[in-house]
């Protein structure tokens, strides 16, 4: 029930007041470990395929390790001082968990720029959510990126998290938010990363495998609460969920795409070099600027519909154990 009053508080907090630029962020410190421990590792070993597949596996190791096991001896030194303070430290740590509220901030950020007809900035913006070169972008690529970087966060910045919270309080929690951070800064099919981010890369494939699909279907039952295409965005999200090199990025932009009835996806540039993509979704209608806050109402309708279902699954759980 401890973890249960911390993620519902946490999940609260987060919707108030997002991710403040100014307050350190324990991802950020993840990041730093990653980035300084590649550094270390690849200084010690040889530059061969074997000895960067080691590496990857090195460094993905320790950074999960520590990532969770930090939280996890707080919480414990925490509780034997008070409960309450143990309550109140794994509340923050779920709030810094969880990014609903920052992942609507940002992308408004680029809709507001859209409207005032400032694409430098519009441009600017998005290329701090997005991974794709975002310099030659007309209107329609910067809206394409944002819903798409919208609707695909909704699982693996929202839901996936309120998933190993519900499960395993914040350590699991900050155990998940390590293996996608490492994904997401070196699970790059590139020159550099083919073999040093292969392990890091298929741990996050499997870790969102099922937080992926429960996103996709409360994305789904989001669309009909907002009066959208929802019959749509269950046949797309049935005929285009695999249509990404990763097993997962796909269901919830399928199910975005479906609901808004538009088209997303599609050939990106990245790192200066064009990469084909399938698409996702029909091309029944161009995208518009106002799609992206229509995505932020399906994503938080979303991220409410997944919160109350995991905690009513953990509340029955745990009734059944202990009648």
């Known amino acids: 029930m401890e973890i249960l009053a ?38 010690l070993l040889p530059e061969t395929r074997r000895s960067e ?4 596996m090195i460094l993905t190791i320790l950074v999960t390790c520590i990532s969770s096991g930090v939280p996890y001896f707080i919480l414990s030194l925490a509780g034997r001082i008070n ?10 740590f779920c709030y810094q968990i969880l990014a609903a509220k920052s992942l609507k901030t940002e992308s408004m950020r680029v809709y507001y720029h859209l409207k005032n007809n400032d694409m430098g900035n519009a441009r600017k913006y998005l290329s701090w959510i997005v991974g794709r070169d975002t310099q030659n972008l007309g209107e329609e690529g910067i809206t394409k990126a944002a819903v798409e970087t919208v609707a695909e966060n ?24 390590a293996v996608n951070t490492l994904d997401s800064m070196i699970g790059y099919k590139n020159d550099k990363y083919i073999y040093f981010g292969k392990f890091a ?18 994305m789904i039952a989001s ?27 796909a269901r919830t932009e399928a199910a975005c795409a479906g609901a808004l009835n538009l088209q997303l996806a599609g050939d990106a540039c990245y790192f200066g070099k064009l990469v084909r993509k399938p698409t996702i979704g029909d091309n029944n209608r161009n995208i518009q600027i106002d799609d992206i806050p229509t995505a932020n109402k399906l994503m938080y309708t979303t991220a409410i519909i997944s919160m109350i279902s995991l905690c009513m699954a953990r509340l029955i759980i745990f009734l059944i154990i202990i009648s």
């Open 201 to 218: 890369a298929r741990l996050d494939d499997v870790m969102n495998f099922i937080p992926a699909i429960v996103s996709a279907y409360a």
């Open 53 to 56: 597949l080691l590496g990857g």
């Open 223 to 249: 669309s009909f609460i907002n009066r959208l295409d929802y019959k749509n965005a269950f046949r797309i999200y049935k005929r285009d969920r695999r249509n990404h090199s990763s097993p997962n990025s």
């Open 154 to 177: 909704t699982s693996d910045g929202v839901v996936a998290p309120l998933i190993f919270l519900i499960i395993g309080g914040a350590p699991l929690g900050f155990f998940y938010k």
């Open 83 to 92: 409960y309450v303070l143990e309550l109140a430290l794994s509340s923050i």
């Open 6 to 43: 911390a993620v519902i508080i946490g999940f609260i907090l987060d919707l108030i007041f997002g991710d403040p630029h100014w307050l350190p962020h324990p991802v950020r410190l993840i990041g730093w470990l990653i980035s300084n421990g590649e550094k270390l590792l690849r200084r």
